[in-house]
């Protein structure tokens, strides 16, 4: 699966932005997608994922409450609203595909497909 992320960008603290992720190939509609971050000096994070009917959603405790994640499978495509947006959240956003269907437990060692990344910066 090839991944295409885009919709980065410069914000101000309190802003939305929202990115888009097409998938090209593979078995983007059996699978769970999400976003992972790095930060900079910092390690790759999960941040939202969703299972592959759309119908499970994780998020990690730093964006629940202001990021949502979604999908559609009609259009091989994943998306990250993000509202509410703190410097913090500073960071190249992955799109990423997990090697499996279900949320749960996920980590970074279990996608197999990582999109080209797309940079956000908020300021204060």
């Known amino acids: 699966v090839q991944l295409q992320a885009c919709g980065g960008g410069l914000v101000q603290a309190g802003g939305s932005l929202r990115l888009s992720c097409a998938a090209s190939?593979?078995?983007?509609?059996?699978?769970?997608v999400g976003w992972v971050r790095q930060g900079p000096g910092k390690e790759r994070d999960l941040v939202a994922i969703?299972?592959?009917?759309?119908?499970?959603?994780y998020y990690a405790d730093s964006v629940k409450g202001r990021f949502t994640i979604s999908r559609d499978n009609a259009w091989n495509t994943v998306y990250l609203q993000m509202n509410r947006l703190k410097p913090e959240d500073t960071a190249v956003y992955y799109c990423a595909k997990s090697r499996w269907a279900r949320v749960a437990n996920t980590k970074t060692s279990d996608v197999d497909s990582w999109g080209q990344g797309t940079q956000l910066t908020v300021s204060s």
């Open positions: 190939g593979g078995t983007f509609g059996v699978s769970a």
């Open positions: 969703i299972s592959s009917s759309g119908g499970v959603t």
